[in-house]
């Protein structure tokens, strides 16, 4: 099996690299077993978990770049093999009719789809995450989060559905209850790189509206998240870019030294005292020194510096320019 097709389309360079390999995959498919008559057609018929993965990642693929037929051959492949009322087939049929749904009254008809199948099982996760989704999709993220809500009451360990929660709580402005819902992630998958910096990046946004001792705190908790990202993950840019957002804002502050800006630790609650102006240079000098040799080497294209996109590249040096400028002003 290509290693491809076992990668999840995340982005739309894999989608399009994934289906435009589709009609040979799917030709591939057609054995001389499909053609026999059961039981014969078992004896001759691959069975792997990584044949059916292929087919689901081909399918996320194909509706991604709008080759309805295609993916819908692969739904009919799945359907076969697990049945229409498997919860995860049902999600994926859902999928499919909100992908190819021409209007909103289409839409409604794919909401009341999942609302039967939610009366009759409330239990069905899978569907109720693609209900939340579309709730979302057509602009009611309230009612989204009441479904994710429900969710995660009976299913409190469902790292993926607190992320979903932590965007939607985002997306109406509460930023304390997306706070949350990211360390809610973190305690499920605590070497998740990337949803470490997405908690720095939330707490950057809090502490931009506070004042004070507060803000100062917080900008440290942010910083050490962006920290712990890069050191999972080194050469990860997103936890670079932040780290080097916070470290600037905090030496402003902490040289400043303002009476009430700086916090100061707590042992009752467990805040930990700002860091020094010292290691928040340092780090400082890391971060930029970093994100200049990822724009440089990315942007040459060097083997093993190659996985960023162009925006990345572009937003990275964007932001050691804007520092520069100010230096030199």
């Given at each position: 099996m290509?290693?491809?097709f076992l990668?999840?389309?995340?982005?739309p360079h894999?989608a399009?690299s994934?289906?435009?390999?589709?009609n040979?995959?799917?030709s591939a498919?057609?054995?001389?077993?499909s053609s026999l008559?059961?039981p014969?057609s078992?004896?001759?018929?691959t069975e792997?978990?990584?044949?059916w993965?292929?087919y689901?990642?081909?399918?996320l693929?194909?509706?991604r770049?709008?080759d309805?037929?295609s993916a819908?051959?692969?739904l009919e492949a799945?359907?076969?093999r697990?049945g229409?009322?498997?919860?995860h087939?049902?999600?994926?049929q859902g999928?499919?009719?909100?992908?190819?749904?021409k209007?909103?009254e289409?839409?409604?008809?794919?909401m009341?789809?999942?609302?039967e199948?939610l009366?009759?099982?409330?239990t069905?996760f899978?569907?109720?995450k693609?209900?939340?989704?579309?709730?979302?999709?057509v602009?009611?993220?309230?009612?989204a989060?009441?479904d994710?809500?429900?969710?995660?009451?009976?299913?409190?360990?469902?790292?993926?559905a607190?992320?979903?929660l932590s965007?939607l709580?985002?997306?109406?402005g509460?930023l304390?209850q997306?706070v949350y819902?990211?360390?809610?992630?973190l305690?499920?998958?605590?070497?998740a790189?990337n949803?470490h910096?997405?908690?720095?990046?939330?707490l950057y946004?809090?502490a931009?509206?506070?004042?004070g001792?507060?803000q100062t705190?917080?900008?440290s908790e942010s910083m050490r998240?962006?920290?712990r990202s890069i050191?999972?993950c080194?050469?990860?840019?997103r936890g670079?870019?932040g780290?080097?957002l916070?470290?600037?804002?905090?030496?402003e502050?902490l040289?400043?030294?303002k009476?009430?800006q700086v916090?100061?630790?707590?042992?009752?609650?467990?805040?930990?005292?700002p860091?020094?102006?010292?290691?928040v240079?340092k780090l400082?000098?890391?971060?930029?020194a970093k994100l200049?040799?990822?724009v440089?080497?990315g942007?040459?294209g060097?083997?093993?510096?190659d996985g960023?996109?162009?925006?990345?590249?572009?937003?990275?040096k964007?932001?050691i320019?804007?520092?520069?400028?100010?230096?030199?002003?």
């Open positions: 290509a290693p491809i990668t999840p389309p995340t982005d894999t399009l994934i289906s435009a390999q589709a040979t995959f799917l498919q057609k054995t001389l077993w008559p059961y014969l078992l004896f001759l018929n792997s978990q990584e044949k993965t292929s689901e990642n081909l399918f693929a194909l509706l770049t709008g309805h037929d819908y051959t692969c799945l359907t076969t697990f229409k009322t498997n919860d087939i049902l999600a994926l999928l499919y009719q909100e992908a190819t749904a209007n909103k289409e839409l409604e008809e794919v009341k789809a999942y609302d199948v009366q009759e099982d409330r069905i899978s569907v109720r693609r209900r939340a989704a579309l709730l979302r999709s602009g009611k993220p309230e009612e989060i009441a994710l809500t429900v969710l995660l009451d009976a299913s409190p360990t469902d790292g993926e607190w992320a979903e965007d709580y985002l997306e109406v509460a304390e997306a819902c990211l360390e809610e992630v305690l499920v998958t605590p070497h790189w949803m910096a997405r908690l720095g990046e939330v946004m809090s931009i509206k506070m004042e001792g507060e705190k917080t900008l998240r962006f920290c050191e999972l080194d050469g990860y840019l670079y870019y780290l080097r916070t470290t600037s804002k905090l030496l502050m040289r400043d030294g009476k009430g916090a100061t630790s707590d042992p009752v609650t467990g805040d930990l005292a860091p020094s102006v010292a290691t240079k400082n000098q890391l971060a930029t200049g040799e990822i440089r080497r942007t040459a060097e083997k093993g510096w960023y996109s162009e925006a990345e590249l572009k937003a990275a964007a932001l320019d804007s520092d520069t400028q100010k230096i030199e002003r």
